[in-house]
């Protein structure tokens, strides 16, 4: 069970089926966080997204992310999965569910998860628009880490 | 022998998603130059390293039995 | 439409009902707070909970709370949905579900819904246990206000 | 005619969810008064008060046609 609470799929997540696995009788707040893939993203117009992954790292990075959230809010549980393969507009890359006895630390925890999912998890997007493609990360605006390359210090936790 | 696993730009750069090389001790650094020797890959010094599904430092040790992943910048969530 | 973002319902509610409400092509980012009953409360154990609302007033202060997240994330569409009446352990009596181009402000819109509603939406639980009752606010220990009554400027927003 | 809406315990209190009374003009403040000296409403001193479904301080003037409800400490959410 508890190795389910991170997974890495290629067909479409039902939402629900990601918040099930966090539900129980003492936690009061759930929280979740739904990635999209969004149309527009600074005037350029996608078409689709191409998501790939170093797949058993990438259920390792996002296991170890559960370590941290329970490092620091031990009354939390948290579930991941992402998607990968080709996604279309509005279609669900990442969900991340957080229950917890109370609402402070399931918001805490769930913003915390993403942000590590964009710093360590080996999961990469290709935007395809009408005129062209390419990977992000590299060459793009969004490169997620604040000098080019993370430290290592960003990618132990 | 040491496998290599690339991914996104890497991998379509070489054509391919893994390079065998049949090498007994390396470290992450001369892997990277000596892959940079036979393959378009100038961006190697900009991603980081996974050495079985371990971050990892230039001056990590690597043997035969190794996995190497290059990883690129992040762009999942 | 608009007046459907804001709901307070006798039925069971799907939070998949509530995300659609907030769903566009533009949006890369959902958050979802999803409050169920807890079954244990400082140590005391919860058989049902139930709530009673002034209904039409309570729709017009979500819907007030709707236009404070809009001034204050104007990307943002916020959707909510409140459940009255009679509630068993880990039924959902609230979901909020926010939509954004950034997942930064969907954080922080849906945690200031949440704590907004349990200052100015005129809805009140009463906790039965298995050897009584009673309305929670004012005589137990989580009356959301700090100095024991609201003020005029904590309703007014 | 006033109409006043409790809910909670303060419905409970009184046996019922609404009264009616024969009023033209008074203010919160002196509707709380009146009511306690027919119902055992000590708590009204410490619940808000919506008039016509908006929050009105203790001065807010009420007059026929008005609805008053009292709002104990919310506890939803």
Redesign the interface.
Known sequence: MASELFEIVEESIE??DV?KKV??????????????????TQGKQTVYLE????I???V?MLSQIGDEVKAQWPDTIIAIT?RIGRLD??EI??VIAVSS?H?KA??QA??YA?ER??????????EHWTDGE?????QLE????KA???T?KE??G | MITVLLFAHLQESVGKDRIQLPIERTTVKELKTELQQTYPLPELDRVMTAVNEEFAKNDRLIKAGDVVAFIPPISGG
């Open positions: 939402v629900g918040i539900e129980r009788r003492e936690a009061g707040a759930i929280t979740t966080f739904i990635g999209t893939v969004r149309e527009w998501y790939q992954a170093y058993p790292m990438a390792k992402h507009i509005s890359a990442v006895p609402r399931a918001y769930n913003e993403i999912i964009k710093q360590i998890v080996p999961i990469w997007k290709k390419t990977w992000i990360g590299d969004n490169v997620p880490y080019g390359k993370p290592i990618i132990e």
